[in-house]
């Protein structure tokens, strides 16, 4: 082929310039491609009816999500528009709960490359596996390497489905250039042995390394991006506790890096938790919350909880005497020798609550002992907020702040309806996965979605408009604020977070809240308010067809 038709055909092949329908009659003909689009010309909306029609043909929300994929293979432009139209009905497709799905499945339904795949046999060439990617200039990069994907454990590579949703969502609510971004995951084998036994896996067939071998490879990997794309967020996702905070601690004072889990989580939680209080007319430092889980995300909305109580007044300690964290053995006591050093921060005395059972006391007895006024699950433990749980904490709490937040739906720790039907309709809800409206006295009550969703793309969108260098405890404070303040304190039912259909709006109002912060502490160039929200405007990305200038 000569260099003039591989650049003909690069335009329908390029999801970022191609315009598929959309190519005008003078386009056409100035770039070669009459005759390779059948003849009609759409306009952008015409193309977002027909492709809203195929979606709507999907039997399955696996086959909306494998649709929407190909769509955004073949055409961003359109997926993105579509997905702005859309973009209720469509988050649970692109995003939690049916990417668990997409992970589950993703080497039986791969079907074209998409970001980078970094082997761990492949380490002697991570700097020409960095200088393949797609496309040159990158504001963020989020990877994985498939250790935790969700509450659905480890997926291998199929773990791609997560970078590749999280960054369509920093480019559909916080307008980050979807040219401009590059999901990652590290290939450092699995312990599925599901996935290791199936021959259609495409990922390296190998036991997870581990230790030394492993911290190797991330600290090169680290090495080689701050080489090559120096001054991109790199958001790190969906790693396995045990390997998510010793990462952050060690990189988050040295480039511009978050762990979406820890960080994003706690920043979201606190926010519904702010919301909550307004909403029962108590006070932060009244609250005393029970946490279901001491994985990487429960340990993370934890700290910034006590962070926010001292800020609000309280010392440390009486912060956390407030606090009282449970996982699968039961509550985090000084006595267990099971505990890392981020759980043992939030350990409680050995003799804080009586068991009612041989090991430490459960759930049951903590809520019955704690009398809780908040009960957050980021367990991966289905159901486990159980009628007589609630039935206890309502007993004692008249409108109890009630959040299930583990992911996928399956995993959630309580479906709303039940909440409500145990807590006579008092319970301020929120959960981590999309529930359908529940229904109270014949009253319909929206399901508020605590969701690092509200969170990262204005974390994006901050630190790219106003090029900042790091993201601080500050910056995930004011993302928090940004939430809290954006939530409709005048909707009918009082509500724990603002509604979905105004994420893009919400991730605005966050980006500019960080923005500010990144100022004051010092992470970006100094820039007034004003310029600030000049600058996220300008940032923003917008789905539509720009002008192709190539000559024939
Ligand atoms: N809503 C949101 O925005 C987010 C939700 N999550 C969800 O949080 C969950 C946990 O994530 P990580 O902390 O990274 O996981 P992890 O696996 O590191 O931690 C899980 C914790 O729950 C405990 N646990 C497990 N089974 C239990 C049981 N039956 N009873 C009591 N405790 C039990 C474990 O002991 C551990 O402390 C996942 O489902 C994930 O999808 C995570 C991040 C954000
Ligand atoms: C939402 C998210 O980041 C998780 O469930 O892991
Ligand atoms: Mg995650």
């Known amino acids: 082929m000569s260099p003039r038709d591989t650049d003909r055909l690069h335009l329908l092949e390029d999801a970022v310039l191609n315009h598929s329908t959309a190519f005008g009659e003078e386009e056409r003909s100035r770039l070669g491609l009459r005759g390779l689009l059948p003849f009609a010309v759409e306009t952008l909306d015409q193309q977002v009816r027909r492709a809203y029609a195929a979606y709507g043909d999907q039997p399955t929300d696996l086959a909306r999500h494998i649709n929407l994929r190909a769509l955004q293979d073949n055409n961003e432009t359109l997926f993105y528009r579509l997905l702005r139209d859309h973009v209720e009905e469509m988050l649970p497709i692109v995003y939690t709960p049916t990417v668990a799905e997409a992970c589950r499945h993703f080497s039986q339904i791969y079907r074209r490359p998409r970001g980078l795949f970094v082997a761990y046999p492949d380490r002697e060439h991570l700097t020409e596996i960095l200088r393949n990617r797609p496309h040159r200039d990158v504001d963020v990069i989020v990877v994985t390497d498939g250790q935790r994907i969700l509450g659905i454990g480890d997926q291998g590579i199929g773990g791609m489905g997560i970078p590749i949703g999280k960054l369509s969502l920093y480019t559909a609510l916080g307008g980050i250039d979807p040219a401009r971004t590059l999901p990652i995951v ?52 969906d790693f396995a506790t045990p390997h998510a905070l010793p990462i952050l601690e060690r990189y988050r004072d040295r480039l511009l890096t978050f762990n979406d889990d820890i960080q ?42 006590v962070r926010a109580m001292t800020a609000a007044g309280l010392s440390e300690q009486a912060a956390r005497e407030r606090i009282h964290v449970v996982d699968i053995r039961g509550l985090l006591t000084e006595d267990r020798t099971d505990l890392d050093p981020a759980q043992r921060r939030l350990a409680q005395p050995a003799d804080a609550v009586p068991s009612t059972t041989a090991g430490p006391a459960g759930l049951a007895d903590v809520v019955a002992a704690v009398r809780p006024t908040a009960l957050v699950g980021l367990s991966t433990a289905t159901g486990a907020f159980t009628e007589q749980i609630v039935r206890t904490m309502h007993a004692h709490c008249d409108r109890p702040v009630i959040m299930p937040l583990s992911n996928p739906t399956s995993r959630s720790e309580a479906a709303p309806q039940d909440l409500l039907d145990w807590t006579d309709g008092r319970a301020l809800i929120a959960t981590g996965s999309p529930f359908p409206q529940a229904r109270y006295g014949g009253r319909e009550v929206p399901v508020a979605q605590c969701n690092n969703v509200y969170i990262f793309p204005g974390i994006g969108l901050a630190v790219t408009a106003v090029r900042a260098t790091r993201v601080t405890d500050a910056m995930m404070t004011a993302a928090a604020e940004a939430v809290a303040e954006s939530v409709d304190t005048h909707a009918q039912v009082p509500s724990l977070l603002p509604e979905r259909a105004h994420l893009a709006d919400t991730a605005t109002a966050v980006a500019r809240a960080v923005a500010r912060a990144a100022v004051t502490d010092g992470v970006a160039p100094h820039l007034s308010d004003e310029e600030i929200d000049d600058a996220v405007r300008a940032t923003r990305w917008r789905a539509e067809y720009l002008h192709h200038h190539a000559q024939a």
């Open 264 to 305: 994003g989580t706690a920043a979201v939680a606190m926010a519904a938790l702010t919301a909550g209080c307004r909403a029962s007319g108590t006070k932060l430092t009244e609250q005393r919350v029970v946490m279901l889980g001491a994985g990487s995300a429960g340990v993370g909305v934890c700290e910034q909880i």
């Open 186 to 237: 590290l290939d450092v084998g699995t312990d599925n042995a599901d996935l290791l036994d199936d021959p259609m896996y495409l990922g390296w067939r190998h036991p997870r390394i581990d230790d030394a071998e492993y911290h190797a490879f991330i600290e090169q990997f680290v090495t080689a991006v701050e080489a090559e794309l120096p001054g991109t967020l790199l958001q790190w996702e």
